[in-house]
């Protein structure tokens, strides 16, 4: 349900954008957030955007990765500036809130399928 993409290689200091859309019905959506992990470790929380458009970035991004979203497309977007080694991952995006199935609003909680970021010269 929930399809991430914009993952790709670039230089040190170089930008990319990854978006995540969730499709396949109709949603209300809560909490949104980007999570990465590097072989070997543990995914580790990026950033997290919740309705009312509250972040928690983690340290390591903060003033170089921005995210934004948009409702009425069900998007969440993540525009990453001077990108460093170190950010080099799989990128997987997350929501959760309420779907309509024909009848009746429920809990929904979904992950993305990930998308490589590497950064290298």
């Known amino acids: 349900q929930l399809q991430a993409s914009g993952g790709g290689s670039v230089q040190p200091g170089g930008s990319l954008r990854l978006s995540c859309t969730a499709s396949?019905?109709?949603?209300?959506?809560?909490?949104m957030g980007w999570h990465r992990q590097v072989p070997g470790k543990q995914r580790e929380l990026v950033v997290a955007?919740?309705?009312?458009?509250?972040?928690n970035y983690a340290d390591s991004v903060k003033g170089r990765f921005n995210v934004s979203r948009d409702n009425d497309k069900n998007t969440m977007y993540l525009q990453m500036d001077s990108l460093k080694p170190d950010d080099t991952a799989v990128y997987y995006c997350?929501?959760?809130?309420?779907?309509?199935?024909?009848?009746?609003?429920?809990?929904?909680?979904?992950w993305g399928q990930g998308t490589l970021v590497t950064v290298s010269s």
């Open positions: 997350n929501m959760n809130g309420r779907r309509w199935d024909g009848n009746m609003w429920y809990g929904f909680g979904s």
């Open positions: 396949g019905g109709i949603f209300r959506i809560n909490d």
């Open positions: 955007i919740t309705s009312g458009g509250n972040t």
